[in-house]
């Protein structure tokens, strides 16, 4: 009988592990294909050593540090490596003997008679000492294996922490150059307004001398009114972004931080292989951790159908017997070993064992979708690279054009030749023009920002 039970025993075993080995296949196929190169058209000039160094900005570099000091996702996502720690030093404890400790006094009453006949009662105290120990053996690895998944996790933590960071670094220096921008379009609307206050004083001038009619008048006041109005929403936008960099950084939002130029772009980055790149992302390392973490959680939960063997010890002892307490023949004949196979539990390791499959598939399918994102994040950035380039040369000449046509309609409405219409229209085309061109470099800005976070480039240059 307990031949055919070890032969049942070994069965499932081997069918444990060869199931874990043909998943693990299974589950690899499943993962979509990585190519060898990317399919936009991207020249890098030079080694990424510290993008935030590369900017040649003091002001990026110290908000930035503020951030990662400051952040306060920063700070929980810390927090959540110290929980996730010490759950993995915890998990060791149960490979290890539990051991209590108990103490009594007992009292023991008895009663005689004494020589009077008189019924008299005597008291006796005696102290005790009771000592149990509880251990199962990981004979099948089950509970190391939910110790190391659950280390896996602290990792896996960890790499989240790194790619917070990271995210915690882009999205400053994306809002400090917001902030930047949204600047130099305060600017743009407080010399627009000046303009147009001028071309006001100019056609009062002409209209008090008959030249103009009241319409000529009464469109450029409109024109200064609108001015107005825009220059207040500009100043709002750069309120706004200084409060939400100031959030960021961990700062009191008071909209009381300087802007600054906005920086020409450095060389761009000489970027890897897909399968080079992709590794080094720290939200791709933490899901391939949490696969791992996934794999054995599903074998800890196939060994569960596997008998468990405990040991119980138990000894007590008074203080009558304190002598003997430690005699090995006492000692072992107090010690227990048991080989224990459930046989039912109402379907919970059943169960238990399909949720941790279940979740399994669900983390290699999030994996995939990481895996596919992190890629179309790199191809993205690199396209725009050129496109937002051919664009801001672009902005560039339609600007001269529209500055040379603002001046040159300018002169022929002072010589009564334009109308004012045609000067109004030729100024708005000029401050569009403007207005574009200085979006369009940030926009450029932005994407080197994103692309330096997508392929993971090193934050600060290495001493």
């Keep these: 009988m307990i031949n055919k039970n070890l032969k049942i025993l070994f069965i499932s075993l081997s069918l444990i592990i060869t199931g874990c080995a043909s998943n693990k296949k299974k589950y690899i196929e499943r993962l979509p294909d990585i190519p060898s190169n990317w399919s936009s058209i991207y020249e890098g000039l030079e080694n990424s050593n510290g993008w935030i160094d590369s900017f040649e900005d003091q002001r990026l570099y110290a908000l930035i540090n503020e951030a990662l000091e400051n952040n306060k996702d920063l700070g929980i996502a810390y927090e959540n490596i110290k929980i996730a720690r010490a759950r993995a030093g915890a998990s060791l404890a149960p490979l290890l003997p539990t051991v209590s400790v108990g103490a009594a006094k007992s009292q023991i009453s008895t009663t005689y008679q004494d020589s009077a006949g008189e019924i008299q009662r005597n008291y006796n105290y005696r102290d005790s000492l009771t000592t149990q120990l509880n251990w199962e053996i990981d004979i099948w690895g089950r509970l190391s294996t939910k110790s190391r998944a659950s280390y896996l996790n602290a990792k896996a933590v960890y790499s989240d922490y790194e790619a917070a960071k990271l995210s915690i670094v882009g999205l400053t220096a994306q809002a400090w150059y917001l902030f930047c921008e949204a600047k130099l379009q305060t600017d743009l609307a407080q010399r627009n307004l000046e303009t147009r206050l001028s071309t006001l004083k100019r056609v009062e001038s002409r209209y008090n001398k008959g030249i103009v009619q009241s319409r000529d008048l009464r469109l450029a006041r409109s024109e200064v009114e609108s001015r107005k109005a825009e220059l207040l929403n500009r100043e709002k936008a750069m309120s706004e972004a200084a409060r939400n960099l100031e959030i960021i950084i961990g700062r009191y939002p ?28 720290p939200d791709i390392i933490s899901s391939e951790i949490q696969l791992e973490q996934a794999g054995l959680e599903v074998t800890a939960a196939r060994l569960a159908f596997l008998p468990s063997l405990n040991i119980t010890a138990q000894w007590s002892t008074s ?29 919970t390791r059943i169960a238990q064992s399909k949720v941790t499959e279940s979740q399994m598939r669900i983390i290699l399918n999030q994996y995939a979708k990481t895996l596919l994102g992190a890629a179309r994040e790199i191809e993205d950035a690199m396209f725009a690279e050129n496109i937002l380039l051919e664009r801001e040369n672009a902005l560039s000449n339609a600007f001269k054009e529209a500055k040379a046509a603002e001046d040159l309609t300018i002169d022929q409405y002072n010589k009564g030749v334009a109308t004012i219409f045609e000067l109004l229209d030729a100024q708005s085309r000029s401050l569009n023009a403007e207005s574009l061109l200085i979006n369009s470099h940030l926009l450029r800005i932005t994407n080197r920002i994103k692309l330096h976070l997508a392929i993971s480039s090193p934050l600060f240059e290495e001493i």
């Excluded at 931080?257 to 890897?272: A, F, M, N, W, Y």
């Excluded at 070993?337 to 539990?345: A, D, E, H, M, V």
């Design 254 to 281: 008071s909209a009381n931080t300087s802007p600054k130029v906005l920086p020409e772009l450095p060389p761009k980055p000489s970027i890897g292989s897909p399968e080079d790149v992709l590794k080094n992302r």
């Design 319 to 347: 203080e009558r017997d304190w002598s003997d307490a430690f005699d090995p023949d006492r000692l072992a004949g107090n010690i227990i070993g048991s080989l224990t196979q459930s046989i039912f539990q109402g379907g």
